[in-house]
């Protein structure tokens, strides 16, 4: 991977950004930076951040991550709780 001008301006202002809305730090020299921004970035609400990822994963021939979304039928997991000795399903 190269790094030009581009690609520091980019991961600096995505780092500012990941920094503020998620209290991440992930620094520059880090050997799996660009990796632990791009995956930040799909937890992010914000569409201006997630644009900063697909550029930088488009700046650095990296595919970009794909969120993994449950399914349907596993989405709603019944929960257990205990009420005065019984098992409740909720």
């Known amino acids: 991977m ?3 001008k581009a690609v520091l301006d980019c991961m600096q202002s ?3 950004r990941l920094r503020d809305e998620q209290r ?3 620094r ?5 930076a660009v990796t ?3 995956t930040a970035c799909l937890g992010s ?6 644009e900063l990822g697909r550029q930088l994963a488009a700046y650095t021939d990296q595919p970009t991550p794909v969120a ?3 399914s349907s039928a596993s989405a709603h997991v019944p929960s257990v709780r205990i009420y005065r000795g019984q098992r409740v399903m909720a």
Do not use: K, V, W
């Open 28 to 32: 520059l020299s880090q050997p799996d």
């Open 45 to 50: 609400g914000d569409e201006l951040t997630r």
């Open 2 to 4: 190269e790094i030009n």
């Open 68 to 70: 993994i979304r449950p």
């Open 14 to 16: 995505l780092r500012r």
């Open 36 to 38: 632990a921004m791009l």
């Open 24 to 26: 991440l730090d992930i």
